[in-house]
């Protein structure tokens, strides 16, 4: 059962628009969630985060929306750039507990066009 | 500033061989490790962490298993390997449980 889901596996879009990444979530107790950004043979690197208690978190041209009663997440791009294409990793995890268990959707591969 | 050193980046290994990959990092005390898999059209698996020297946990029942001999150092390995262990391996490690995980750069492991 995949508690996080990407169902885009991927997504091409034209340099200077908008990138929408979209991540759903089936576990309510899920109360952290992380956006990775991966290069082919090299480890993720951290995006941007958000907390359950935010419904949006902005840094530079990375926007994250969290919609809670929806279970939905998405990532926005803006303006897209050619050095965004790589696989996005959507991650989630119940914080409580000591809880260790970082789960991943199974990534987008974004591609954006010159 | 804190880094991960992770190797080999590439490795091909018979089936049935052994395997040891290693982790290390370095700026920082008593981090917690992972080791994660991903596997082709799948996502990233949380396979071992480790809160502590000699402390692992396993979060999946396979063919592998973690040590943790010095506190900044995390091994992977397997007695005998299989072909299904095939993929690509990161290590990580994070200040807390779980707020920001940093990678390594990956190990690419082909087991023929």
């Known amino acids: 059962d995949q508690q996080v889901k990407q169902n885009s596996p991927s997504l091409s879009v034209q340099e200077g628009r908008i990138s929408i990444l979209n991540c759903d979530y089936t576990?309510?107790?899920?109360?952290?969630f992380l956006w990775y950004k991966k290069y082919p043979a090299e480890g993720p690197t951290f995006l941007i985060s958000?907390?359950?208690?935010?419904d949006k978190n902005e840094d530079g041209r990375f926007t994250v929306f969290l919609n809670k009663s929806a279970k939905h997440l998405s990532l926005h791009i803006v303006p897209s750039q050619p050095g965004d294409s790589a696989v996005y990793f959507c991650?989630?995890?119940?914080?409580?507990?000591?809880?260790?268990?970082?789960?991943f959707g199974k990534g987008t591969k974004l591609s954006v066009i010159p | 500033s804190q880094t991960i050193h992770q190797w080999p980046a590439t490795l091909v290994q018979p089936v049935g061989s052994p395997l040891s990959l290693e982790c290390t990092v370095e700026?920082?005390?008593?981090?917690?490790l992972y080791w994660y898999r991903q596997a082709a059209g799948r996502g990233l698996q949380l396979l071992f962490y480790?809160?502590?020297?000699?402390?692992i946990s396993s979060e999946v029942p396979q063919n592998l298993s973690a040590s943790r001999p010095q506190d900044r150092q995390f091994i992977l390995s397997s007695k005998k390997l299989l072909l299904s262990d095939s993929g690509f391996y990161l290590c990580?490690?994070?200040?807390?449980?779980?707020?920001?995980?940093?990678f390594g750069q990956g190990t690419r492991l082909t087991v023929v």
């Open positions: 990580a490690w994070s200040p807390l449980p779980y707020i920001e995980a940093f």
């Open positions: 576990n309510s107790m899920f109360d952290y």
């Open positions: 958000i907390s359950s208690i935010k």
């Open positions: 991650a989630a995890v119940y914080s409580g507990a000591g809880s260790h268990q970082l789960t």
């Open positions: 700026g920082t005390s008593n981090p917690n």
């Open positions: 480790s809160v502590g020297i000699g402390q």
